[in-house]
RNA sequence: GGAGAGGUGACCGAGUUGGCCGAAGGUGCUCGCCUGCUAAGCGAGUGUUCCGUUAAAACGGGACCCAGGGUUCAAAUCCCUGCCUCUCCGCCA
């Protein structure tokens, strides 16, 4: 959420930010809404003061003796007059929090400006693409005739964009998550943390899944819980309405979680293989840090991120998102998109984020400076990487020209001793 | 799932015959004093949030004692609902 004085105040601001997303929104009516709440406010507020001095006087009078009837009946009437009032304010403060809650982040100033993915900008490129002397084939290719990724039985068991891994895809995976965590535990300074997969309406709230992007989440039937989407979501909350110590930001959690996502946007766009699932592992960084240095921390979780791929020795490239492609709550991102030799495509892996305050000022979560006051911390997040589309990544360049697959170095601790598939 | 108990500020803990209670007291914390050092001691201060006002500090006012409703001129205190925690029983990975 966007600071209300900001929109109020700053209003320019406000308007270039969505012109530069391309974002249509309804500010007229914002401002209007906003006007009349707080009109409402300070009606109420003006009479609850007169009844609270009149009940005071009241009960000085009982004290002596004296019942002051007709005071009584005067505030009876006022108590009518308030709830009047307070039922105006609510529908109006209703209408206010539906509009500023589905309105997106302000891109920070050196986001590159541009309607779609083609204006995004590409920042870096780390090693290279290897060099096959046979055409290397897609992952699910790979994936079937080595019977580790069996796609038609899990349409059997459940649907369409699910995976059963067998064997060494099974394996594969749950290495890539041990390597993940450790990684990052071990060398990057994260805390580790497994929480909840499914969440409340509070929770979603807080990052800004909702109330926008309902129709991307799976709910629970009967219960207002979610399947999380990104494990950005509860480890976000974990300090939902806290005020933290200013000493001890930047906190930094890692959690492997699987994510669930109805990708109600995608229909017929890349059914085949791993791509894009309604269930994914994915490894997760998670930061909160202060205010003056989040986009130092950005540029760190980034390269936390990329360290993953160096270490397994994959090409990819890291592009910085234009204000058309940036998240909602997003004031600047960068992709991490790794190369895939079977595909000839580069694919995000990873996205990393930084919300300033617009998720902080959602899920009420401050620190207490020195001087005694609070303000809104920031929180970024990061895939430190996306399981699934490790796996394509491993699958499709460590392939060998006879349909094997090779393990990469870094991995050889987490393979039981393999070094080579089949 | 059944039976009971309870949810107060960073923490502990008063307050339940409704009325200057945003809330005693203690601990912690901050600042100052004192003391060879440490420990102890002394003094002062120490919630969040919203609206208004202001250049700002300050100030005025509203709200908040788990959440949401209700009763009342007035609720931390009474009533209802929900959530959560604890104890016992049952069940279960």
Known sequence: MIDPRIIREKTE????????????????????????????????????????????????????????????????????????????????????????????????DSVPVGHNEENNQIVKFWGEKPAFDFQPKAHWDIGESLDILDFKRAAK????????????????????INFMLDLHTREHGYIEVLPPFMVNR?????????????????????????????????????YNDEILKEEELPIKFVAYTPCFRKEAG????DTRGLTRQHQFNKVELVKFTHPDNSYNELEGLLLDAE??????????????????????????????????????????????????????????????????????????????????RTVMAVMENYQTIDGKINVPDALRPYMHGITRFP
């Open 266 to 269: 995608a229909h017929g766009k």
């Open 13 to 108: 601001i406000v308007y270039e930010s969505l012109e530069k997303r391309g974002f249509s929104f309804d500010m007229e009516t914002l401002l209007k809404v906003d006007e009349n709440r707080r009109r409402l406010i300070q009606e109420s507020e003006k009479m609850k003061n007169i009844r609270n001095e009149l009940s005071n006087e009241i009960a000085r009078l009982k004290k002596t003796g004296s019942h002051p009837q007709d005071k009584i009946e005067h505030l009876r009437g006022i108590g009518k007059q308030i709830e009047d009032t307070e039922q105006q304010l609510k529908t109006t403060e209703n209408e206010w929090n539906n509009l500023v809650l589905i309105m997106p982040n302000i891109p920070h």
């Open 157 to 176: 068991i459940t649907g369409s964009r699910f995976t059963l891994y067998k064997s060494f895809g099974a394996l594969l995976e749950r290495a890539l």
């Open 307 to 388: 360290d993953v791929l160096k270490r397994l020795n994959i090409h990819y490239r890291v592009s910085a998102l234009c204000t058309g492609d940036l998240g909602f709550s997003s004031a600047k991102t960068y992709d991490i998109e790794v190369w895939l030799p079977g595909q000839d495509v580069y694919r995000e892996i990873s996205s990393c984020s930084n919300f300033e305050n617009f998720q902080a000022r959602r899920a009420k979560i401050r620190y207490r400076k020195k001087n005694g006051k609070t303000e809104f911390v920031h929180t970024l997040n990061g895939s430190g990487l996306a399981i699934g």
């Open 202 to 238: 509070e929770a979603m709230t807080g990052t800004g899944q909702l109330p926008k992007f309902e129709e991307e989440l799976f709910k629970i039937d009967g219960l207002d819980y979610f399947l999380i989407p990104t494990a950005e979501v509860p480890v976000t909350n974990i």
